[in-house]
Nanobody, 117 residues
Framework: QEQLVESGGGLVQPGGSLRLSCAAS????????MGWYRQAPGKERELVAN???????KYADSVKGRFTMSRDNAKNTVYLQMNSLKPEDTAVYHC???????????WGQGTQVTVSS
C-alpha cells in the first residue's frame, strides 16, 4: 500500500528549529519529485518546498533562507529542516509525491508544527 508518513512536528519557541521527515512506502519512491505543503487555520494552503529526482530544490519566498529540503534515496525519505521558526510558520505540514506529469498523487496525513512562546 502506497503511503507517505510524516514525523518530527511539535511545539517550538520562536527562533527554534525542527526537522520534519517523510518516509515513502509501497510503490512510491522518494527518488521521484516530492514536496511539502502547509495548511494553517484560516489561511490558504501553501507549497513550502519541493525537490526533484536529482535534488534540485525550490522554496516559497516566505521560507527561503530558513528552510532546507533534502532527500536520502537509500532510506526512501525526504526531510524539511526548519530554522529560525516564526509564529506564522505554525501549520499542519503535509508531505506530497508528484506523478510523472507534475501533479500531486499522494499526500501524507500531516504533522502539526506550532511555533509559540
Amino acid at each position: 500500500q502506497e503511503q507517505l508518513v510524516e514525523s518530527g512536528g511539535g511545539l517550538v519557541q520562536p527562533g527554534g528549529s525542527l526537522r520534519l521527515s517523510c518516509a515513502a512506502s509501497g510503490s512510491i519512491f522518494s527518488i521521484d519529485a516530492m514536496g511539502w505543503y502547509r495548511q494553517a487555520p484560516g489561511k490558504e494552503r501553501e507549497l513550502v518546498a519541493n525537490i526533484t529526482s536529482n535534488g534540485n530544490t525550490k522554496y516559497a519566498d516566505s521560507v527561503k533562507g530558513r528552510f532546507t529540503m533534502s532527500r536520502d534515496n537509500a532510506k526512501n525519505t525526504v526531510y524539511l529542516q526548519m530554522n529560525s521558526l516564526k509564529p506564522e510558520d505554525t501549520a499542519v505540514y503535509h508531505c506530497i509525491h508528484y506523478n510523472n506529469y507534475g501533479g500531486v498523487d499522494y499526500w501524507g496525513q500531516g504533522t502539526q508544527v506550532t511555533v509559540s512562546s
